[in-house]
Structure formats: C-alpha cells, structure tokens
C-alpha cells in the first residue's frame, strides 16, 4: 500500500522560510522510474506543480519560483523536503506530495494536503 | 495564468454526456501525453486518466480522454451526481521543465 504524508508548519510570517517534510510508504526513491512532486492549491484556485525530485536526483522546478525552491531526497527515511524561502501572503494554499511515475507519466499517488497560511 | 487552458465550468442533467476540452501547445500537449485529475473540495486530487485515454484500475469506463494535435478532451458520459467534481488536465511541458496543470474546470450535474 503506498501513502504520502505532508508535515510541517500551518501558518508561517512574511518573510520566513517554510520547510515541509513528506514522508511515505510503500515505494522507495531508489527505485527507477520514481519521483515525488510539491504541487500546491492557493484557496479556491488551480494546482501548480512546484519542484520535483527523481530517483536519480533530476530535480525539476517551477521556473518562476526556482529562485525560492530547493527540494531534496533522503532514501534512507523515505522523505522528500521542499523548501521555500521569503514566503508571502500569496504563498498561502494547500500544499501537497504526489508520487510521480517516470513510466507512465503521472501524480498516481497523492498525499492528503497541509493547509499553510502565510500571514503576520 | 496555466499554459493548458480549460473551461472554467461545463454542466449536465443526469445521463448526459459532457465534454471538457483542454488546449495546449507542441511544448505540452502537441509531444507529451496528457493526465486527467478528478478533485472533490476538501480532498486531493485523484489520477482519472494516463497516457491521453487510459483509465486506471477502479475508474469507471464512463470517463474517457482523448487526444488530437495540441488538444487533448475529457469525457463523462452517462452523468451522475457524484461526478460533480473539479477536472484537470496535466501533461509535462519541455519549456517548463516539468508537468503543468490546467486551469481546472467545475463539472456540476443540473
């Protein structure tokens, strides 16, 4: 059974750097084929892919915000940490983890979502 | 603003069938293939359709996709009230380095 779990802070300042963890089961980033994607949803609008990472350490980010992503791996944990720096109140959404599927070319596995709320 | 551009919402009575169409460019859709998400509020989205027009394990076969040049359709035939959700369309796009979404499209059954 594969599971994806986003943690990490609900509500973060202006400014601050924010750091979520995904942690899942059921499938390693060893394995080929493999990535795990951020994708948030600001309230009421549309998802948008943030940074993905693969098995092989391709990481690929969101151009327009790659200045304010780093995302990395730990196989060891199976976890995957994106972070983002200078948040802003437009940064608020619901922030989750997909497994992404090199073969098939897919988001096949979801998290369930963390509500991050930037304000002061 | 999403390089897929969707409808914002498309509507039916139970029964009917309805189309969402998505368009895109030869750096997405035009040289990749396209992936449907089906989103109720509140929840994650969830993997409709791979590859332009397959279906999953578990998905009904009334959701169909298809393809041609740089569009790609979602189908939902013989509607039914659980299928009022928000669709997305997706597909990797080469100039952006990665998958994209559309804009997302709000199916409601009359």
């Known amino acids: 059974q594969i599971t994806l779990k986003e943690s990490g802070p609900t509500l973060v300042k202006p400014t601050q750097t924010l750091t979520l963890t995904c942690t899942f089961s059921?499938?390693?980033?060893?394995?080929?084929?493999?990535?795990v994607a951020w994708i948030r949803q600001p309230p009421g609008k549309a998802l948008e892919r943030l940074a993905l990472?693969?098995?092989?350490?391709?990481?690929r980010y969101r151009p327009s915000l790659k200045s304010r992503l780093s995302i990395t791996k730990d196989t060891s944990k199976n976890q995957v940490v994106l972070t983002v720096t200078n948040m802003d109140p437009v940064d608020t959404g619901t922030y989750y983890c997909?497994?992404?599927?090199?073969?098939?070319?897919?988001?096949?596995?979801w998290g369930q979502g963390t509500l991050v709320t930037v304000s002061s | 603003q999403s390089v897929l551009t969707q409808p914002p919402s498309a509507s039916g009575t139970p029964g009917q069938t309805i189309t969402i169409s998505c368009s895109g460019s030869?750096?997405?859709?035009?040289?990749?293939?396209v992936e449907w998400y089906q989103q109720f509020p509140g929840t994650a989205p969830k993997l409709l359709i791979y590859?332009?027009?397959g279906r999953p394990s578990g998905v009904p076969d009334r959701f169909s996709g298809s393809k041609s040049g740089t569009s790609a359709s979602l189908a939902i035939s013989g509607l039914q009230s659980e299928d009022e959700a928000d669709y997305y369309c997706a597909a990797w796009d080469t100039s952006l380095s990665g998958p994209e979404f559309g804009g997302g499209t709000k199916v409601t059954v009359l």
């Open positions: 590859g332009d027009g």
């Open positions: 059921g499938f390693s980033l060893s394995t080929n084929g493999v990535g």
């Open positions: 990472i693969y098995w092989n350490d391709d990481k």
């Open positions: 030869s750096s997405n859709i035009g040289g990749n293939t």
């Open positions: 997909a497994r992404r599927n090199y073969d098939t070319s897919t988001f096949d596995y």
